[in-house]
T-cell receptor, first 116, second 115 residues
Framework: EAGVAQSPRYKIIEKRQSVAFWCNPI?????LYWYQQILGQGPKLLIQ????????DSQLPKDRFSAERLKGVDSTLKIQPAKLEDSAVYLC??????????????FGPGTRLTVT | AQSVTQLDSHVSVSEGTPVLLRCNYS??????LFWYVQHPNKGLQLLLK??????LVKGINGFEAEFKKSETSFHLTKPSAHMSDAAEYFC?????????????FGRGTSLIVHP
């Protein structure tokens, strides 16, 4: 079974530029998550999708961040314009079932973003 | 609202000695609890999970955790540390808020293993 795929793995941009990250979850996984992990901290949930609908985006800075999951499969996360504090690893994860809290998340390798 | 507190940012042990990584949680309902491990430059991997069955949960690589509702704790233990256990460990609580299960990560505990 293929894992969660993310691209690119690394990205360096200047502040005020825009950037997009892509995630392809495990086939058949209905729930998809985007996290931001700043160095030395735990992952912070940015947005959670269930199929192609948003379940939670309370911690997504909506003035600059946007995410979509068209057709309920792969997803993109965009930052426009980027700030220095957006430097972090962006993790994508997927989960098999939409209901029930006991199903584990499977994580991708992450995209390391550096904003200069 | 749910939350999770990992009481130690760093834990240092010698190889062959026991490991204890502490996690306390706050939840309004019956939560699911997880421990994930993150090795340097690697993805997050599930160690074990509690889902309201047995309170003592066994995971991979000899790790186990005990759910104690009265203490709202879910501490991770291992009888004998190995050098390969050096990594970042995250405790996660997932509770049903507003009809959906939203996960919350702790800040992480860095496990250092000395030879």
């Amino acid at each position: 079974e293929a894992g969660v795929a993310q691209s690119p793995r690394y990205k360096i941009i200047e502040k005020r530029q825009s950037v997009a990250f892509w995630c392809n979850p495990i086939s058949g996984h209905a729930t998809l998550y985007w996290y931001q992990q700043i160095l030395g901290q735990g992952p912070k949930l940015l947005i959670q999708f269930q199929n192609n609908g948003v379940v939670d985006d309370s911690q997504l800075p909506k003035d600059r961040f946007s995410a979509e999951r068209l057709k309920g499969v792969d997803s993109t996360l965009k930052i426009q314009p980027a700030k220095l504090e957006d430097s972090a690893v962006y993790l994508c994860a997927s989960r098999e079932r939409t209901s029930g809290g006991s199903y584990e998340q499977y994580f991708g390798p992450g995209t390391r973003l550096t904003v200069t | 609202a749910q939350s999770v507190t990992q009481l130690d940012s760093h834990v240092s042990v010698s190889e062959g000695t026991p490991v204890l990584l502490r996690c306390n949680y706050s939840s309004s309902y019956s939560p699911s609890l997880f421990w994930y491990v993150q090795h340097p430059n690697k993805g997050l991997q599930l160690l074990l999970k509690y889902t309201s069955a047995a309170t003592l949960v066994k995971g991979i690589n000899g790790f186990e955790a005990e759910f104690k509702k009265s203490e709202t704790s879910f501490h991770l233990t291992k009888p004998s540390a190995h050098m390969s256990d050096a990594a970042e460990y995250f405790c996660v609580v997932s509770d049903k808020e507003g009809g959906s299960y939203i996960p919350t990560f702790g800040r992480g505990t860095s496990l250092i293993v000395h030879p």
